[in-house]
């Protein structure tokens, strides 16, 4: 049995000033910034939100600019295996954190490991 939720909406930004980016969506939703920089490698920001809100997440990129989500969970490879038994795809492991992977429509979408301390009241549990 693992455990998933949808944990974040992630910005992917083509533009190189993560900051200037950042400062941005911060004013846009008001939400203030937690972080311009979350890894330390200047690829990753965070605007701060509630614990029963969404993660926002900013991403430097190299491909074109568009919104991702991200998937959390406590079994990577479970989740991902459940993915891809609904017809989704795996595009490439990142730092064996998480897994860029391919829904059946094309979009690309992010199962992470658990973000969050408590997963919340959203919840879904699989067998």
Known sequence: MHHSRLCALVIDCKHQDIKADTLFWSGALGKPVVSFDEDGDGKYAELATSADELKVLLQRVD???????????????AEAARLEKLGASRVAKVRDRWWVMQA????????????????GPHLNTWD
């Not at 491909?63 to 490879?77: A, G, K």
């Not at 490991?113 to 997963?119: C, G, W």
């Open 63 to 77: 491909h074109e600019p568009r919104v991702h989500l991200d998937i959390e969970t406590d079994d990577l490879e």
């Open 104 to 119: 059946p429509s094309g979009h690309r979408f992010c199962v992470v490991s658990r973000q969050r301390e408590s997963f």
